[in-house]
């Protein structure tokens, strides 16, 4: 009985130990195929990195506000009585554009008036008496006193007079009139608006850090959402005398002529403020970078010391991005091929394969790019 068992677990033994080395042969062999068959390389696309002359900029945002822009309002009380202008319309200095009832200091005028000329002759007549020392000194100076209270009387009446009807302070646009005929009028109600937009101010704010490169004469470039496709220029005007002191920016006033009149004041706008000398930089398109809160990164592709083509690594700074293309201001000289397309399944050192002809494609755009003068690339 004890004889059988030993055979038994001897031969059960045997089969497990032959399983196992016939396993354990296959398993060498699978490891040595795999050793022996390398992946294929990746296929990727790439691009030179190219030296291109950029103006330096500062981009920020802004608001157009008119050279002069007012609501007109009414500085005394009245009833409107007549309204001489149209929404819309184009108005010169000095034109009527509402006129309030004035009856009651028209008939204050003609009393005034009628005293002014009766304190006028009794001042005559008192002075020529005077002279002859007929009246006292008090009786003279009396008779002068009315005579000036009636002239006041008189200046303050047609001043009453001149506030009823109100006139443009300036050249400009009216927009639309919010009364109309008959309406009483508190002093300081709104009226119409008033701007004179042949001119516009840009108003905007830049970091501190940009004051030193700032100046009076340098160009902005503005782009509003109304003509996404038009670029307009102005000039700086004024700089601020100060910094704010809660977001440590400073105020910049830039002025544009707008004779055409497309623009209106109240318009957002991006701006960029181009700085005075153009400056070379390696420009990269954005989708080579692979952007890490490690730092930014891109491949370079290179042959290795046994001629195959190898993507490598590159740790990178970058700086402004205009349009598709960002600019690498560490790590990069120009002239690398670096991949534009594919990067994120590459290894460091990997071999790859490059699309000739998407490579040729982008060489040219972005050639075509780096010719464009400053405002032509804009």
């Known amino acids: 009985m004890f004889k059988r068992t030993f055979i038994f677990i ?6 497990i130990g032959g399983l196992a080395f016939v396993k354990y042969q296959q ?3 699978g490891m040595a195929a795999m050793a022996s068959n390398t992946p294929p390389p990746s296929s990727v696309e790439v691009t030179e990195a190219l030296k291109v002359n950029w103006q330096p900029r500062v981009s920020a945002v802004g608001t157009l506000t008119a050279r002069e822009g007012i609501e007109v309002s009414n500085e005394v009380e009245g009833v409107i009585e007549t309204i001489h202008i149209e929404s819309g319309q184009p108005v010169k200095k000095g034109d009527l554009l509402v006129s309030l009832n004035d009856d009651v200091e028209q008939a204050d005028l003609v009393s005034f008036e009628a005293q002014q000329e009766l304190a006028q002759s009794l001042y005559n007549r008192n002075k020529d008496m005077w002279k002859k020392k007929s009246i006292s000194e008090t009786d003279y100076d009396n008779a002068r006193s009315n005579l000036l209270v009636a002239r006041a009387n008189v200046t303050q009446t047609k001043a009453r007079i001149a506030k009823k009807s109100i006139r443009a302070p300036f050249d400009g646009m009216l927009g639309i009139r919010h009364v109309s005929t008959g309406q009483y009028l508190p002093p300081g109600t709104r009226l119409i608006s008033l701007q004179d937009f042949a001119q516009l101010y840009i108003d905007f704010a830049i970091p501190e850090k940009h004051l030193p490169d700032v100046r009076e004469g340098l160009e902005v470039r503005l782009r509003a959402s109304a003509y996404t496709d038009r670029a307009f220029a102005g000039k700086v005007e004024a700089v601020d005398s100060k910094v704010d002191e809660t977001t440590r920016n400073i105020s910049v006033r830039a002025v544009l002529d707008n004779k055409d009149g497309l623009l209106r004041p109240g318009m957002y706008a991006d701006i960029d403020l181009l700085l005075d000398q153009p400056s070379e930089s ?9 952007f890490s809160s490690f730092g930014n990164a891109l491949f370079t592709v ?23 293309l960002v600019a690498v201001t560490s790590g990069l000289s120009g002239g690398e091929l670096v991949v534009q397309a594919g990067a994120n399944k590459l290894m460091n050192d990997a071999p790859v394969s490059i699309n000739k002809e998407a490579r040729l ?12 003068s400053p405002a032509e690339a804009e």
């Open 10 to 15: 001897f031969i059960l033994l045997a089969i």
């Open 27 to 29: 398993i060498q062999q």
């Open 282 to 290: 390696v420009v990269v398109p954005a989708t080579s970078i692979i």
């Open 302 to 324: 290179e042959e290795d010391e046994s001629g195959q083509t190898v993507a490598r690594r590159v740790q990178i700074e970058t700086g402004e991005q205009r349009g598709d």
């Open 361 to 372: 494609q982008q060489s040219h755009v972005q050639e075509s790019q780096a010719q464009q």
